[in-house]
């Protein structure tokens, strides 16, 4: 990410860093940190709690608290909010390098100084009282503050990413936080005060928490970038000074910490995720939620790699978690089924308050990643020239055919161009989905049921049944060797039709031979992830793999036969068939209602499953007959069962509409209920 910085046009500051295309987090680091300070941490690892550790909110934020007094910071950019503990605490030595090159990543413009600077208004607003803090790294920090550029209409040309869901959040909050410090001062970038940035990014604030309430997150069930969108919320909670802002971002707090509480199983946000990273997926210990969640609920682990929300929702004294959700998180039923749907259509766009021809409308489409959707590309490539986004490295392969984009404008042919390409083209977008999570006391199986099949992939994580932090399976299509977007565990090269029910999953792959623009595809296999190591038992018979992990089961059946990587990193992890086209079949069991580990091997192995061309029958010694292919419904036990048009919510705790007007939970004795139009959040109890 070297940097080159000069001067465009009249006085406009031009900011171009080597862009690359990330596989994770530990991606972004800070360059010329120094030395840490003598008697600075060498570090005290933490270990993954399955059940819930500390039985208050009080212990286990200290629990955390001493967690970072006793380490060093993280290597990526997030790992310095560990000296903003030390801070608050006064317990030295404070790395202040790891501040001062925070605050150069900031003015230098590099993506995601977003995520930096909430760390630093957080500083700003909290810690500046603090002995161990340097005058100068003060002053530099409000000379960031006033100097940074907050949206995209502001001078400057960079490439900063703006506009997705977690993006859009934090630049929005940073942008009113610092204009309510400095309300009457002007802001060196924009020529704008303080208040008028509280005015302007107010608007933004509202409307994404409206659409957060209402239809939930693009970036469904992140366990990356609810990281992010937590931050941010913890910091409006905190030190915004509007009730307005504060309630909702209360309330969609709440929803989120809801999701990962009915999605998650013995500390594992093992659920489908919007977007998700390789690593992260497959070790549950390294997720970017698990610091919260062992905050939150007592389960996970204090990793150090991605721990900025955790951080804040520990400095900040305002966000209460109401018990109701707790309860959900660490309750064992028999069962939950877990139904809910989250995003919009962007066809429904004027349902939502948006339209194809304002720019703000263009950047929630954005939150969605609607770069190259028919009904959004002539807006987008209007606000690429207002924008200077054709500069943004984000953009290049837009840039690459500028010329021709040009002509499709003038004669009106993008849109068209648009659809013909939009499986190509199109796999960043992320609209409506469908989610379906099945959580037993031993397991958890979870999907998004019938998304976008045949489409090109990015991030999204379309199943996973999850045993353990570790004992997790998985498949994909591959769309490159490489472990960036759409690579050989990050995402998918082609998305495939998946549809579960109960503890019954079934995951079709037919990825096309055609060559894309965006992505060659030029591996026609499917693997799974099957790690032999982390489970306490396997087995294979009459074509199936089996694993156990505790008192939880899980078999795996591929149409087209099997074999095991034998070398390399993934031997004995990896699971490959050779076929382009290829269905998976998954069963999942348990001892308190399968019997023992050798009666589930004997009963699924013995089930009949027969394939024609794409699609599959299979008799599940559990729930019965299931069919389910390429195309077609979903037919259990002869019935249709639908795929779409989902509640927000339908489990044992909550059921709400789509879009709610009220969301009410019950826990057992424990309630929860919010009304975002009304500004009312009322709780039974909160966790203290």
Not at 611 to 640: A, Q
């Amino acid at each position: 990410m070297a940097q080159k910085t000069g001067k465009s046009k009249g006085e406009e500051k031009t900011f171009v860093h080597d862009f690359f295309d990330t596989s994770g987090m530990a991606d972004f680091t800070f360059k010329n940190v120094g030395k840490p300070p003598a008697g600075y941490p060498k570090g005290s690892p933490d270990t993954f709690s399955g059940s819930p550790v500390y039985p208050t909110y009080k212990r286990r934020r200290k629990a955390l608290v001493d967690h970072c007094l006793k380490n060093p910071a993280g290597g990526n950019i997030k790992g310095y909010y560990y000296e903003l503990v030390r801070l608050a605490e006064n317990k030295g030595p404070v790395h202040t390098g790891l501040i001062s090159s925070a605050l150069r990543y900031i003015d230098d413009r590099y993506d995601c100084s977003d995520f930096v600077m909430l760390g630093i208004v957080r500083l700003l607003y909290q810690l500046k009282d603090s002995k161990l803090l340097p005058e100068k790294i003060l002053k530099d920090a409000e000379r960031t503050l006033l100097n940074f550029k907050y949206y995209p209409d502001e001078p400057g040309i960079d490439s900063m990413c703006y506009w997705t869901e977690n993006h859009y959040i934090m630049f929005a909050a940073n942008e009113y936080l610092a204009g309510q410090m400095f309300k009457d001062s002007v802001f060196t970038n924009s020529k704008m005060t303080g208040f008028e940035k509280m005015v302007k990014a107010r608007e933004r604030i509202v409307k994404w928490l409206d659409l957060r309430f209402k239809t939930g997150f693009s970036e469904w069930l992140s366990h990356i970038y609810y990281d992010e969108d937590i931050t941010a919320l913890a910091n409006l909670i905190d030190f915004c000074k509007d009730p307005v802002i504060v309630r909702g971002a209360e309330m969609v707090l709440d929803l989120l910490f809801l999701d990962i509480a009915l999605n998650s199983h013995k500390g594992a946000f093992g659920s489908s995720h919007g977007r998700s990273y390789g690593e992260e997926k497959r070790n549950a210990g390294i997720e970017s939620t698990t610091d919260t969640s062992k905050l939150m609920f007592g389960t996970g682990r204090f990793s150090g790699s991605d721990n900025m929300s955790a951080v804040s929702l520990a400095l900040g004294d305002n966000y209460r978690l109401p018990v109701a959700i707790y309860e959900i998180a660490n309750s064992k039923p028999d069962e939950i089924i877990n139904r809910q749907r989250m995003g919009i259509k962007i066809e429904e766009a004027k349902r939502w308050g948006l339209n194809f021809k304002d720019f703000a409308s263009g950047m929630h489409f954005l939150t969605l990643e609607a770069y190259n959707h028919p009904k959004t590309a002539m807006l987008i490539m209007r606000m690429f020239d207002a924008y200077n986004w054709w500069e943004n490295q984000f953009f290049k392969p837009f840039k690459d055919f500028k010329p021709f984009i040009n002509l499709m404008r003038i004669t009106r042919l993008l849109p068209l161009l648009a659809f013909v390409t939009r499986k190509d083209l199109s796999r960043n977008t992320r609209e409506e989905v469908n989610l379906y999570t099945y959580r037993t006391p031993d397991y958890m199986l979870s999907c998004a049921q019938d998304y976008r099949k045949g489409y090109g992939g990015d991030q999204q994580h379309i199943w996973q049944a999850t045993l353990s932090d570790k004992a997790i399976c998985f498949t994909t299509h591959p769309g490159h060797g490489e472990d960036t977007s759409g690579g050989y565990w990050v995402g998918s090269g082609t998305l495939p039709r998946v549809a579960q029910i109960r503890n019954v999953l079934i995951a079709s792959y037919n990825p096309s031979r055609m060559p894309g623009l965006y992505m060659t595809n030029k591996l026609f296999f499917t693997h799974a992830w099957f790690p032999k190591d982390e489970f306490d038992e396997t087995a294979e018979k009459s074509g199936w793999i089996f694993g156990k992990k505790g008192d939880g089961y899980i078999a795996l059946y591929s149409q087209n036969g099997y074999r095991w990587q034998d070398e390399g990193e993934d031997k004995d992890k990896e699971v490959i068939c050779d076929f382009r086209k290829n269905i998976w079949v998954v069963e999942m069991g348990r001892k308190g209602v399968d019997g023992a580990f050798s009666d589930f091997i004997d009963k699924v192995s013995e089930a009949k499953i027969g394939f024609k061309g794409t699609s599959v029958r299979y008799e599940s010694p559990s729930i019965g007959t299931v069919r389910f292919g390429w195309r077609g419904s979903l037919r259990h036990n002869g019935k249709r069962v639908s795929l779409n048009d989902y509640p927000r919510y339908d489990n044992r705790y909550v059921r709400a509409d789509f879009p709610p007007k009220r969301i009410e939970t019950k826990a057992g004795n424990q309630t929860l209920s919010l009304d975002l139009t009304r500004g009312v959040r009322e709780v039974s109890e909160f966790v203290e």
